[in-house]
Each structure stands twice: as C-alpha cells, then as structure tokens.
C-alpha cells in the first residue's frame, strides 16, 4: 500500500504479537503455577500501535489488564484441561488514575 502523508492511514491491515509466558514457582523450582499472553496490535501499513479499550492497567490472574500505554494486553490463561482456579493465587497489581486539578 502507497500511504498519503496529507491523509490519515485507514488502517486496513493489522499485524498481531503475542507472547505465551509460563509463570514458575521461583527460579529454582520449575513447577508451573500460571500462564500469561501478552498481546499487541500494530497497523500494518503505518506501524501505529493500538491500545485496549475498557481494561485497567495493571497485571492480575483473575482477568486481563493492560500495560499503563494501554498497547498490550496481558490476560491470564489456561489449559482447557486445567481447574477453574488455576493460576489464582497469584499476586498482581493495578494502576489507578486519579483527575486532578
């Protein structure tokens, strides 16, 4: 695609980067506790990132939260054969945003 420079690029093509983590008990133990993804979204064409809507920042097991520049999402998973609980004991953290004058 041959881009305008005096129009904005529709962003027509996209180009996702996802990372799979396995989280360890510590550096010594290897026993998996956890999975994370972690995933960004780029315009193909004009390499503008995305950013996650309706998420808070932040890095949690219970459910997904996004970088603080909101241009990846980190989301807890997984195996399908796994308990409902895997994973939840976890530690994790937000970022809360205050208005301020």
Not at 34 to 59: H, M, N
Not at 84 to 93: K, R, S, T, V, Y
Request: net charge negative; hydrophobic share 35%.
């Amino acid at each position: 695609m041959t881009t305008d420079p005096d129009r904005p690029c529709p962003h027509e093509n996209f180009d996702a980067f996802v990372d799979v983590g396995r989280i360890t008990a510590s550096e010594t133990d290897p026993t998996v506790i956890g999975y994370s993804a972690e995933i960004k979204v780029t315009c193909r064409d004009c390499a503008e990132p995305f950013r996650w809507t309706g998420v808070q920042a932040g890095l949690s097991p219970r459910g997904p939260m996004c970088s603080v520049d909101e241009t990846e999402l980190r989301a807890p998973l997984r195996p399908a054969s796994a308990d409902p609980d895997f994973g939840m004991g976890l530690p994790g953290f937000a970022v809360n945003f205050r208005g301020g004058n």
